[in-house]
């Protein structure tokens, strides 16, 4: 039997999805990358903006309109768990619904689905709503891709954000029993992965949910201390302004896996907005926290996320926003235009901003970042740096180029390192590169080693020229 699965969305659904991989596998299924040549085929769709879910639900279709006879179609994921009736409507071919907190039971799923146990009342086999079972114990994941994966320590979240629809699917935060996260972590080291990502909706909201609020410090040092030195860089994802202790900032200062590198999403810079927002609105203390963290970790990288155009945002509002960018110093930072979740708070909120308005304020706070960044990957410009090698490519010239990534940069939303002229280095490798030239978002670095750490040297696969 062979399944087909497509991912969208964020790390965490990457995360559920290697989890169904490694449990249709157990069962097994094999992968195929032909849709056509699977048994199974499976989407695990994004519900969190409107766009996403839009894009989720044309990738059903898609697979609807060619799915042969027998051919199974599950939609997992948040738009399932959302918006499953919608889904149904929409993509009348679709088999099964399988929630975010139930995706550990995709076998299960498959086999009723397959056995013709329908529930009646829907006409498709449903699985929604929470578990029976404890959430997310240590579920095998797939060998590690390019030295790097995502672990994720909770899922939910009960922070009250107006524009917000997570929690209204993802139900309010479950944490993982930390042995089963480190335990992961371990197997993942073991596994070949040189930097492990925490990833939840609030990473540092980690443990309240058990009792003991500002438990992410622990976490990290039981990573930190149980995982051997091939893991090279602990990376924190998602953390909330709010709950970014002093315990939290000097753990990272100190253990020394951990990346000096923070992501921080703020959604806004100006207290009016945040307040609309039922964000924390105080932005002495976001100044405090930035001045915090630098003072621990002088050559921390801080990433952060803002929303423009949100209802009500007045011109004052967002040159507030363009004032503390100015003055807050980001290396990275990423914006989203404001969209309206049906059934958050925002969406009923008057006072929207034109399209247009919205446009013309993303790009202004978009200009005004560049400079900044290429500020900051200048300041990098003759220093030595470790480099995971994520892959190759070719220069607009057609030369060959090496494609990594520093502590500065996570998976995904940040920038690379680009080695000119080195094409015999396999994914995972870590280099020691020296930096050679800057862009707004990219550095262009020689390569100075073949590899960082000689107890490794063997182990990472470099391939003969
Ligand atoms: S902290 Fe993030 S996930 Fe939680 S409600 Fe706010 S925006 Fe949503």
């Not at 008057?350 to 960044?373: F, N, T």
Request: proline content about 5%; hydrophobic content about 40%; glycine content about 8%.
């Amino acid at each position: 039997m062979k399944y087909h699965l497509i991912t969208m969305g964020c790390p965490k659904n990457k995360v559920d999805s290697d989890g169904i991989e490694m449990l249709l596998q157990g069962a097994d299924y094999r992968s195929t990358a032909h849709a056509k040549d699977a048994d199974v085929l499976i989407v695990n769709t994004c519900g969190f903006l409107e766009a996403a879910k839009e894009e989720s639900i044309g990738v059903l279709k898609e697979l609807g309109r060619a799915k042969r006879k027998n051919q199974v179609l599950i939609a997992a994921g948040c738009l399932a768990q959302r918006n499953g009736d919608e889904v149904i409507a929409r993509v009348p071919r679709v088999d099964g619904l399988l929630g975010t907190r139930r995706w550990m039971e995709v076998v299960e799923l498959v086999n009723s689905v397959r056995g013709g146990k329908a529930n009646r009342a829907l006409q498709r086999y449903t699985l929604l709503g929470d578990p029976e079972v404890g959430f997310a114990s240590a579920t095998p994941r797939p060998p590690v891709a390019a030295g790097s994966a995502y672990l994720k320590i909770s899922d939910g979240c009960n922070a009250p954000c107006a524009f917000c629809t997570i929690p209204s699917f993802k139900g309010k935060l479950r944490s993982r029993p930390l042995e089963a996260i480190v335990d992961e972590a371990i197997a993942l080291v073991e596994g070949g992965a040189r930097e492990l990502v925490l990833v939840a909706q609030d990473t540092t909201d980690y443990g309240r949910d058990m009792g003991a609020p500002d438990s992410l410090p622990q976490l990290i040092s039981a990573i930190c201390n149980r995982t051997d030195d091939r893991l090279q860089w602990l990376r924190l994802m998602y953390a909330y302004p709010g709950h970014v202790s002093d315990s939290l900032i000097e753990v990272m200062a100190r253990e020394r896996k951990m990346a000096h590198y923070l992501d921080m999403p703020l959604q806004h810079g100006d207290a009016r907005t945040l307040r609309r927002m039922h964000r924390p609105s105080r932005m002495e203390t976001v100044y405090d926290h930035l001045a915090k963290l630098r003072a621990a970790m002088p050559d921390i990288a801080l990433r952060t996320t803002f929303i423009v155009g949100y209802p009500g945002e007045t011109e004052e509002e967002f040159q507030g926003l363009l004032d503390f960018v100015a003055a807050a110093e980001f290396d990275r930072l990423g914006a989203f235009r404001f969209s309206a979740e049906p059934g958050t708070p925002a969406a009923t909120l008057p006072d929207a901003v034109p399209e247009d308005v919205k446009e013309e304020r993303w790009a202004r706070l978009m200009e005004l970042q560049q400079p900044i960044s290429l500020r900051k990957n200048q300041a990098q410009v003759h220093s030595l740096m470790d480099v995971l090698v994520e892959g190759t490519g070719e220069s607009t010239r057609g030369e060959p180029l090496l494609l990594g990534r520093s502590y500065r940069d996570a998976p995904e939303v940040d920038g690379l390192v680009l080695i000119p002229g080195v094409r015999d280095v396999a994914a995972g490798a870590m280099l020691q590169v020296r930096i050679t030239g800057a862009m707004e978002y990219d550095l262009i670095g020689e390569r100075m080693e073949i590899e960082t750490f000689s107890s490794t040297r063997a182990s990472i696969g470099l391939m003969e020229s």
